[in-house]
C-alpha cells in the first residue's frame, strides 16, 4: 500500500498486507500476514496480525497472533543493561541490548497495551491493557489484566474462536492442530 517503507534486508510472504507499514531491516513476514505501524528486526509467522499503528521490535510472533491497535513492545531497557526474560519464573539474562517480546500461537492484546522488554506471552493468552506495562510472563491460556493473571478454562470456547479466526483468512482448525493444542494446554 502507499506509504510503506521497507528497509533492506527485510523478507514479506506471499498474500501479506503492508499497509504504510514501517518494516525496518532483519524483519521476516510470514505468509498471510497483515502489517503496519513500525516493525523493526522481528519475525512474524504466518496470519498473525499487526495491522495498526504501534511499534514492534525485536520479537517473535507466533501463527495466528493478533496485536490490537496501539500495542507497543519495548525492546531496549533505559539502562542499556542486558535485557531479561522470565524463564520458569526466574530472570535469565539474554546478553543482548535488544529484546522484544515473545509471543505464541493464537495470543491477543487488547488496545494499548504495552509490553515490556523481554517480555513471553504464551500460545493463545490474551493480554489486556491495565494502565501499565502488562505482565512479562503470561502462561498460556491465561488472561492479562486489571485483575492480574486469571486461567482461562474454557478451551472449547477457545479453540471455537480460533477456528473462526482461521476461517476467515480461508483456513479451519483441523482436528490435528486441535489435539496438538489439546495437548499443550493440558
Not at 485483575?147 to 482448525?173: F, H, P, Q, Y
Request: aromatic share 6%; hydrophobic share 40%; proline share 4%.
Amino acid at each position: 500500500h502507499a506509504f510503506t517503507r521497507l528497509e533492506g534486508t527485510c523478507a514479506v510472504g506471499a498474500g501479506s498486507v503492508v499497509l504504510g507499514a514501517k518494516l525496518r531491516a532483519g524483519t521476516s513476514i510470514g505468509p498471510g500476514c497483515r502489517v503496519g505501524g513500525e516493525v523493526e528486526c522481528s519475525i512474524l509467522l504466518g496470519r498473525a496480525n499487526k495491522y495498526h499503528e504501534g511499534f514492534l521490535g525485536h520479537s517473535y510472533l507466533g501463527e495466528w497472533v493478533n496485536l490490537a491497535a496501539g500495542t507497543h513492545t519495548g525492546d531496549l531497557r533505559c539502562d542499556y543493561r542486558p535485557v531479561t526474560v522470565p524463564v520458569d519464573g526466574r530472570e535469565v539474562s539474554t546478553d543482548r541490548l535488544k529484546v522484544g517480546s515473545v509471543v505464541g500461537d493464537h495470543a491477543k492484546t487488547g488496545l494499548g497495551v504495552l509490553l515490556n522488554c523481554g517480555t513471553v506471552i504464551g500460545p493463545f493468552a490474551q493480554v489486556l491493557p491495565d494502565g501499565g506495562f502488562a505482565p512479562r510472563d503470561v502462561p498460556a491460556f491465561t488472561r492479562a489484566g486489571a485483575g492480574g493473571l486469571k486461567e482461562l478454562a474454557d478451551l472449547d470456547g477457545l479453540l471455537a474462536v480460533a477456528d473462526v479466526v482461521m476461517r476467515r483468512r480461508g483456513r479451519e482448525l483441523t482436528p490435528a492442530l486441535e489435539a496438538v493444542y489439546r495437548e499443550v494446554a493440558a
